[in-house]
């Protein structure tokens, strides 16, 4: 019996809902952000996604003891296999189903925002299609930095490194079909 992804890692699952296409806040340019958050800072076209994410884990998961089931989890994630990253983008949510879901309101089209501003100087933004140009390794970058990032800044992600090129020509697709 597979396994879900919403039950092995329940606090990231519930996190990261803001970076679901249409279930989150949506995108902001800097402009837009500043006018309507002078105090915040700027962290790209996500960013109000990110600030939502992060109130939802003061308010409902800021205590020593989450903090470390969460720290866990992301440990945990980042040293499992590729299955586990295709269970939490699935329709099913079953680690190993490989059948994504919806753009509308899945994760691919924010990975690939993430994926395009970590590497500006190569890929221009809303140039890659989340439908058809998505891969696993665009949603482990973003989790990294829109999530692990934000909530423990300053610490190491063991067993990830982030990738050095943005050149989507690089990546090993065959591992999405």
């Known amino acids: 019996m597979q396994e879900l992804f919403s039950k092995k890692y329940t606090l990231i699952h519930s996190l990261i809902k803001p970076l679901r296409g249409e279930w989150g806040p949506g995108l902001t340019d800097e402009d837009s952000f500043r006018k309507k958050f002078p105090s915040k800072r700027y962290l790209g076209k996500l960013s109000l996604c990110i600030y939502e994410m992060l109130d939802m884990y003061q308010q409902f998961y800021n205590s020593d003891e989450t903090r470390a089931r969460l720290r ?21 949510l079953l680690i190993g189903d490989k059948n994504l879901e919806d753009c509308e309101y899945g994760l691919q089209p924010d990975s690939a925002i993430c994926w395009a501003e970590s590497f500006s100087d190569e890929v221009q933004l809303y140039s890659i299609d989340p439908e058809e140009e998505f891969h696993i390794d665009m949603l482990k970058l973003m989790v990294k930095r829109c999530m692990w990032d934000v909530l423990f800044p300053g610490e190491t992600l063991p067993g ?12 090993d697709y065959s591992i999405m079909k």
Do not use: I, V
């Open 72 to 92: 866990d989890e992301f440990f945990s994630l980042f040293g499992a296999c590729n299955a586990h990253w295709h269970g939490m983008c699935s329709t099913s």
């Open 160 to 171: 990830y490194t982030e990738p050095t090129s943005g050149d989507l020509s690089l990546l």
